[in-house]
Nanobody
Framework: VQLQASGGGLVQAGGSLGLSCAIS????????MDWYRQTPGKERAFVAR???????NYADPVKGRFTISRDDAKNTVSLQMNSLNPEDTAVYYC?????????WGQGTQVTVSS
């Protein structure tokens, strides 16, 4: 499984940004897709998850502001981020989980200015 994240950038506090993750390879092996984020000196933190049955889970800090979705026709998973604040500044990673392995894409930087 290969993952390619895109869509990061610079946005002002209160603004919105959308991230996309293009998926290729053994897509049928994927059980769920996640977004994680990481800031310098901290561990990578869970942000959101979507399963193959479209079940969604969110980390508490992003509930009500972020929305994860999937487009099976395009083999993409997206993360729509609204009401962004400086604490959302991080490198965002998409990740795929199969029964035996977790896959990671390269990160995309999101910077929220105050």
């Amino acid at each position: 499984v290969q993952l390619q994240a895109s869509g990061g950038g610079l946005v002002q506090a209160g603004g919105s940004l959308g991230l996309s993750c293009a998926i290729s390879g053994s897509i049928s092996s994927i059980i769920y897709m996640d977004w994680y984020r990481q800031t310098p000196g901290k561990e990578r933190a869970f942000v959101a998850r979507i399963s193959t049955r479209d079940e969604k889970n969110y980390a508490d800090p992003v509930k009500g502001r972020f929305t994860i979705s999937r487009d099976d026709a395009k083999n993409t998973v997206s993360l729509q981020m609204n009401s962004l604040n400086p604490e959302d500044t991080a490198v965002y990673y998409c990740s795929a989980r199969s029964r035996s392995q977790r896959y990671w894409g390269q990160g995309t930087q999101v910077t929220v200015s105050s």
